[in-house]
């Protein structure tokens, strides 16, 4: 620790002053008097680093002011916690004797006690109350050590979510579909059941976009998701593949169910009325549909690039239909 005061002992500090702080709380300081004025006082400028985990810890150290921020990662992470006076650091290498599990740097001018280890074990032989008070801290470093670890999963499943669904529309994106597609092909159940693939396309949606605006074009895109979503069963796989194209996987469906899903979904798309942000009532759009029943040993990638092109035919037939890969 990089320390600048001139020597300075625990002498200094008056009962007053150790009265305000937790651990000396029910604790009779006339009795551990002696051990604490063999302590140092030191003090702190801002910056100074007190622990790192690269380097051993001999010492408890009591803030007796100022505040110090605890980083885990590195000495600038941003920090996780900022301790005030009162607060004891470093108790936990001095207990089991293994190096600080944090960085903790002075984020103001502070001043410290210097309880080294000898002395901290024999306060704590000559007094249950602060025994007792040490537990209390050290209880309150494994809450907050827990609350971390809770923050921390909850953000890792918020990124996890956003990577697999397409902001826009709310369903799951490429990246998604690709995945399931290889854990599909990984349980080989595919021998086993039927499945078809759809594509499906939002038709003439460029003209939408330029006559009606691109926000109303967004909304359009979200109507289709919604609309595919509340008709398509729990099972079924459905995914924004790119701009206005959405795949669909649909597991234990053989050709002529898929077909019918397929024309379904056209009809739903169809019957949607929109409406723009400034409630003016939007034209109805339609899909065209591609439908690629997975045939023996065919890969689900293959059964896509079929998928596409029955897509490409039904669009080149005139639109807002269904066409089967041949
Ligand atoms: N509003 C909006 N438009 C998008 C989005 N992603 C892609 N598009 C638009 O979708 C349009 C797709 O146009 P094209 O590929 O020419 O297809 P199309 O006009 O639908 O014509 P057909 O598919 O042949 O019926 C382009 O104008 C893209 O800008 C999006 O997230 N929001």
Redesign the pocket.
């Known amino acids: 620790m990089a320390l600048t005061s001139k020597l300075q002992m625990g002498d200094s500090v008056s009962d007053a002053q150790f009265r305000q702080f937790r651990i000396f709380n029910e604790v009779d300081l006339k009795r551990i008097r002696p051990l604490l004025n063999q302590c140092r006082k030191e003090q702190l400028k801002a910056g100074d680093v007190m622990l790192r985990p690269e380097f051993g810890n001999s010492c408890m150290y009591l803030l007796l002011s100022g505040r110090v921020a605890v980083s885990l990662e590195s000495l600038d992470a941003s920090p996780l916690l900022e301790l005030g006076s009162g607060e004891c650091i470093g108790e936990m290498s001095v207990f089991d004797g293994r190096n600080p599990s944090a960085y903790v740097k002075a984020v103001e001018p502070c001043e410290v006690l210097v309880i080294e280890s000898d002395t901290l074990w024999l306060l704590i032989d000559s007094s249950h109350s602060l025994c007792r008070n040490l537990l209390y801290f050290l209880s309150n470093r494994l809450r907050s050590g827990n609350d971390i670890v809770v923050v921390s999963k909850s953000r890792e499943k918020e990124q996890e979510h956003a990577a697999n669904v397409d902001a ?1 529309t709310g369903v799951n994106n490429r990246r998604w579909l690709l995945d399931m597609i290889e854990t599909l092909h990984g349980q080989a159940l595919l021998e086993q059941m039927p499945m078809a693939v759809l594509m499906l ?10 006559t009606y605006g ?5 909304l ?2 979200q109507m289709v998701a919604r609309t595919m979503r509340k008709s398509l069963r729990p099972s079924d796989m459905l995914a924004r593949y ?3 194209e959405f795949v669909v996987l649909l597991p234990r469906t053989p050709a002529k169910q898929a077909r019918a899903v397929a024309e379904r979904l056209r009809k739903a798309v169809e019957r949607c009325q929109i409406t723009a942000e400034q409630g003016q009532e939007l034209p109805s759009v339609t899909i ?1 549909v591609g439908v690629s029943p997975l045939a023996d040993n065919e890969t689900i990638e293959t059964a896509i690039e079929l998928a596409d092109q029955a897509l490409y035919q039904a ?1 080149h037939n005139g ?1 807002n239909r269904i066409e089967i890969r041949p």
């Open positions: 826009l396309d939002v038709d003439h949606f460029k003209r939408f976009n330029d691109h926000k109303s074009g967004d359009v895109l790119g701009g206005e065209s669009k639109r």
